[in-house]
């Protein structure tokens, strides 16, 4: 998060009586028990073990005990940033508070800046790191200091996601900042307009909730089918069983939010959608590209040929019966929604003085997305066929029914079946 996006924030500064040098631990107070989610267990699995990871970038270098200092008196005093997972006498998964020693959870790394992807490699190999300690807050921050591109720091977040979901994390950490001239205000983030509900006759008004009906009907289909029986199809990007231990790579791509604003306006979409329509783009591109390329008709670079025959008609026509080939796979993505509404800047701000934490947690359900593979000669209506797809899942309750039914699943056979339910 540079300051070129979100100008005019900083940590807000704290005066604290110690030494420089050293940061004492912090002792939490006895709080009431309070029971983990069920999408938090299931997290805590080990076939899942879910991480949060966000890249934070600087344009000053980050000054750590600064940072340790602000971190003690705002996000250590957050509930979940002070508390671990243990078993009670019932066998329940509870969170306890524990004493948070900071210097374990600030990490200043030691890398060699002069490699320009070094914060892409650091955070691939935060992506495949063992787990964090359980006995401590499951939490770290990351800090390399040195330029890469507009930024002279970087911050890598590590947040297991039993804490929270990714939208209320985020939110905290700008709750812990406060606006540049006001330090004791909090930073005004940008809130989407509200619509204006359009008033319908009692006919269309039958008409959306029959779509409702029917898009909730054919979602919730679709998603018991996939965990009985119906599979993607095969390609190259399909994951198999271990994938998840093997060394990976993260490439990083810079877009320009004024266009991506412009292309989702041009089809009266959302930048969702733009996103979406960019990746089943670039996904068909590749699987039509790498197919081709290992075709045996192509292979060493020959087509086998008749004499009277065209060699640029023929490889057209492979080409051609790849594409259609591609076109049939069936590709999804699994996308998160929240069922809750997030809380906000000033709601998280009381959090972490020890307001009510209660809409504090994990409350996700599971959009099975199919990502359009066909051709388009104009580049818009891949966005296009991706807003129909987005379209589709919001005027359904799929999101609801998935989380009521994870949440029903873990209560009747615990987080290990739904761990496997998910995983395979």
């Known amino acids: 998060m540079s300051s070129e996006a979100l100008p005019g924030l900083r940590l807000r500064k704290i005066n604290v009586k110690q030494k420089e040098s ?114 401590r807050p499951m939490w770290q921050f990351h ?24 939208t209320s994390l985020m939110s905290l950490l700008l709750a812990c900042t406060r606006r540049l001239g006001s330090p004791d205000e909090l930073p005004a983030v940008p809130v989407a307009r ?12 039958i008409l959306s909730l029959l779509n409702l009906f029917w898009n909730t009907l054919v979602g919730v289909f679709l998603f018991t089918s996939t965990a009985i029986w119906l599979k993607d199809s095969e390609s190259v990007i399909k994951g198999h ?22 292309v989702k306006d041009s089809v009266n979409g959302t930048v969702n959608d733009v996103l979406m329509g960019i990746v089943g783009s670039a996904l068909r591109t590749y699987l039509v590209g790498r197919d081709a390329a290992s075709s045996p008709a192509n292979s060493a670079g020959e087509i086998e040929t008749s004499a009277d025959s065209d060699p640029k008609a023929e490889v057209v026509k492979t080409k051609s019966k790849i594409a259609s080939k591609v076109e049939k796979l069936r590709i999804r993505a699994c ?15 009381s959090m972490m003085e020890g307001g009510s934490q209660h809409r504090w947690g994990n409350r996700m359900g599971y959009l099975l997305m199919d990502i359009p593979l ?46 496997l339910h998910i995983t395979y």
Request: glycine content about 6%.
């Open 143 to 166: 800090v390399l200091n040195g330029t890469s591109g507009n930024a002279a720091g970087h911050m890598i977040v590590r947040v297991h996601h039993a804490l929270g979901d990714g």
């Open 194 to 205: 509200r619509r204006e509900r359009e008033r319908k006759s009692a006919f269309r008004h």
């Open 335 to 349: 996308a998160m929604m929240n069922t809750r509404g997030s809380p906000g800047l000033q709601e998280l701000a």
């Open 374 to 419: 066909k051709y388009h000669l104009d580049p818009l209506d891949y966005v296009r066929a991706a807003k129909k797809v987005t379209d589709r899942k919001k005027a359904s309750l799929e999101g609801i029914f998935t989380y009521w039914s994870g949440a029903m699943l873990m209560g009747l056979t615990g987080p290990k079946v739904g761990s």
């Open 241 to 262: 069983t271990g994938v998840e231990k093997e060394k990976k790579k993260l490439n990083f791509v810079s877009l320009e939010m004024a266009d991506m604003v412009t």
């Open 22 to 135: 050293t940061v004492s631990a912090v002792a939490t107070l006895p709080v009431a028990e309070e029971p983990v989610t069920p999408a938090g267990r299931l997290f805590m699995e080990k076939d899942m073990n879910c991480y949060i990871l966000c890249t934070l970038a600087f344009e000053n270098p980050i000054n750590v005990e600064e940072f340790k200092k602000t971190f003690l008196v705002t996000l250590v005093n957050h509930k979940r940033f002070q508390s671990i997972i243990v078993q009670d006498k019932k066998g329940r998964d509870i969170w306890v508070p524990v004493e948070v020693n900071i210097d374990d959870h600030i990490v200043e790394a030691n890398v060699d800046t002069s490699d320009p992807t070094y914060v892409e490699n650091y955070v691939t190999d935060l992506a495949i790191a063992p787990p964090l300690d359980v006995k």
